[in-house]
């Protein structure tokens, strides 16, 4: 078995060296350290062989594949170094390949575009982290203690938390609202800003739903902000967005930190409000709620909601990206299919 090692050994080496391309050394180093090698045939026949035996050829296959293994390396950057970049001839007369420009994904462009009109209206842009706390998403919003958002049926709960209260309590935020108290608690009244970013909910995806997915807040506080203010700015951004007078209705809807508060939906642009999978048939798609904000959301930013009024909208950005581009189906976005995505360049 020793001189079988020394065959193979002296074998090994000289196929090594004879390689003149990488596929070649490929070969080779599959021929001698593959599962059909001749130093894995040794290995499984060494049963027979006693303990000392064992130990011996045990020790000298591994110095041989060891061996093999450094002179393979040795070899590949032999052969990395010899290669011309001229070695296969070319044709200069070729054309060359454009290169491929990048592009902002469609939802980035719009929060960028609903950025430039906020800040011409006079308004500051605000981030927050998308972790929250129970104390931001939902006590300090008016949100009842039993109220179904704080399931995590609803909400994603951070694991190990789940049995605290307030700021120990996190998650990953469901909505931005919880943002607003935030930002008011740190500098206060007047106050005129917007904050996107990414939200979470536990829920089943379809063409209209996501499980992560971009909300676009805006908030107006003053000591006199007239509802018709906001409804003003609704129409205002839409047109600013969209570049022309977009067709807008508004329903009464409740949300804790509104009162009174509103569905605002616009015309369906996928099918020009004939009707479509996208707004569920009716011509209509829901795109932001709204509403005056309730005074105890105030209180909690500890504000007198008998001097300070204020009026919040929350645009759902993938929705109006769908909207901008007809498309029918939110969970294209998402999907980081380059061939959809490509479309927006």
């Known amino acids: ?51 000392d035996e064992k130990k011996e050829i045990g020790m000298k296959t591994t110095e041989i594949r060891e061996e093999f293994t450094k002179k393979i390396e040795e070899k590949e950057a032999e052969i990395i170094s010899n ?18 420009g990048g592009a902002l994904h469609p939802i980035t462009q719009m929060c960028y575009d609903l950025n430039e009109a906020f800040l011409s209206l006079g308004f500051e842009v605000y981030s927050e982290d998308d972790i929250s706390s129970e104390k931001y998403a939902f006590d300090n919003l008016n949100f009842a203690k039993d109220h179904p958002a ?45 904050y996107p970013g990414r939200v979470y909910r536990n829920e089943t995806t379809d063409a209209r739903h996501e499980r992560a997915f971009f909300q676009y807040e805006a908030l107006i506080v003053d ?17 600013k967005v969209f570049g022309r007078e977009i067709n807008v209705r508004m329903r009464e809807g409740f949300f804790p930190f509104t009162e009174p508060g509103y569905e605002i939906d616009m015309e369906c642009l996928v099918c020009g409000g004939k009707g479509c999978k996208v707004c569920n048939h009716n011509g209509w798609i829901e795109v932001m709620p709204g509403g005056v904000i309730h ?8 504000l007198d909601p008998n001097v300070w009024t204020g009026f919040y909208i929350n645009i759902g950005l993938d929705r109006l990206v769908m909207m901008r581009y007809g498309v029918d189906d939110v969970r294209l976005f998402h999907s980081g299919d380059l061939r959809f995505l490509k479309q927006f360049k």
């Not at 080779?28 to 090698?37: D, F, Q």
């Not at 190990?160 to 740190?186: A, I, M, N, Q, Y």
Request: charged content about 35%; proline content about 4%; aromatic content about 2%.
């Open 150 to 194: 704080r399931q995590s049926m609803d909400t994603f709960w951070l694991e190990g938390t789940e049995d605290k209260e307030g700021t120990e309590r996190l998650c990953l935020r469901p909505h931005l609202t919880g943002g607003s108290v935030r930002k008011l608690l740190k500098d206060g009244a007047p106050a005129r800003f917007v």
């Open 223 to 239: 000591k006199d902000i007239s509802f018709s203010s906001g409804m003003v700015m609704i129409k205002t951004i839409l047109e």
């Open 1 to 51: 078995m020793k001189e079988k090692l020394t065959e193979i050994k002296k074998d090994g080496l000289e196929k090594i060296e004879k390689s003149q391309s990488m596929d070649e050394l490929q070969e080779v180093r599959k021929e001698l350290m593959g599962k059909k090698s001749g130093l894995s045939e040794i290995l499984k026949s060494m049963s027979s062989l006693s303990v």
């Open 83 to 100: 290669k011309s970049v001229l070695s296969e001839p070319i044709d200069i007369s070729l054309p060359g390949k454009k290169v491929s």
């Open 295 to 302: 005074p105890n959301v105030l209180k909690a930013a500890n």
